[in-house]
């Protein structure tokens, strides 16, 4: 079984940048892929990122590429995601989740955190 915990979440200006992360418990993530997605109200899941545990290959929606940054550290199984130049239209709960396998442009997981909460005032 795979825990994921997502924090660092929280209310930032247009134009500013937020780090969120995922911790991930209960197993060993060598070939796993951990995924960020995002929800607003009224709105469908997005498939904004995500990274391969064991070669770092990594996966970006168009509306956030040049914007985010997905990484691992691997001693701290941890998966941040920085998002810089935020804009209104970022604003949703950020879920984290996780599956097996390699392929990073996958969208269908296995494992779910519980979310954050972020959000862009214009």
């Known amino acids: 079984q795979v825990q994921l915990v997502e924090s660092g979440g929280g209310l930032v200006q247009a134009g500013g940048s937020l780090r969120i992360s995922c911790a991930a418990s209960?197993?060993?993530?060598?070939?796993?892929?951990v995924g960020w997605f995002r929800q607003a109200p009224g709105k469908e899941r997005e498939y904004v990122a995500a990274?391969?545990?064991?070669?770092?290959?990594?996966y970006y929606a168009e509306s956030v590429k040049g914007r985010f940054t997905i990484s691992r550290d691997k001693d701290k199984n941890t998966v941040y995601l920085q998002m810089n130049s935020l804009k209104p239209e970022d604003t949703a709960v950020y879920y984290c989740?996780?599956?097996?396998?390699?392929?990073?442009?996958?969208?269908?997981?296995?494992?779910w955190g519980q979310g954050t909460q972020v959000t862009v005032s214009s």
């Open positions: 989740a996780a599956r097996s396998g390699t392929a990073t442009f996958i969208d269908e997981y296995d494992y």
């Open positions: 990274i391969s545990w064991r070669g770092g290959s990594t």
């Open positions: 209960g197993r060993t993530f060598s070939r796993y892929v």
